[in-house]
Nanobody, 118 residues
Framework: VLLQASGGGLVQAGDSLRLSCAASGRTFDNYNIGWFRQAPGKVREFVAAVSRSGNSAVYADHLQGRFTISRDNAKNTVTLQMYSLKPDDTAVYYC????????????WGQGTLVTVSS
């Protein structure tokens, strides 16, 4: 699976932004898709993930309520909608595709930079 993240940019605090992760391949719905982010000088952290069907999602506790993840399996895309952005949300955002069975597989996109100015 090849992943292409897009939608990053420079926004002001309080703004909203929508990131997209486009995947190639015909087995997109075999993978759970997650978003992670890495701020300068910090470790990569989990943001959100959506199940293969799109029926369930999980979020980092401190981001719940401001971020929404969704997927469209017909379009092979996953969207991360971010609201009320804060300067602390500044990071490179990566999408990740994971499949557990029959063998563990994990793929990363190249990342898209989100910069939130105060």
């Amino acid at each position: 699976v090849l992943l292409q993240a897009s939608g990053g940019g420079l926004v002001q605090a309080g703004d909203s932004l929508r990131l997209s992760c486009a995947a190639s391949g015909r087995t997109f719905d075999n993978y759970n898709i997650g978003w992670f982010r890495q701020a300068p000088g910090k470790v990569r952290e989990f943001v959100a993930a959506v199940s293969r069907s799109g029926n369930s999602a999980v979020y980092a506790d401190h981001l719940q309520g401001r971020f929404t993840i969704s997927r469209d399996n017909a379009k092979n895309t996953v969207t991360l909608q971010m609201y009320s952005l804060k300067p602390d949300d500044t990071a490179v955002y990566y999408c990740n595709a994971v499949r557990i069975a029959p063998t563990y597989q994990s793929y990363w996109g190249q990342g898209t930079l989100v910069t939130v100015s105060s």
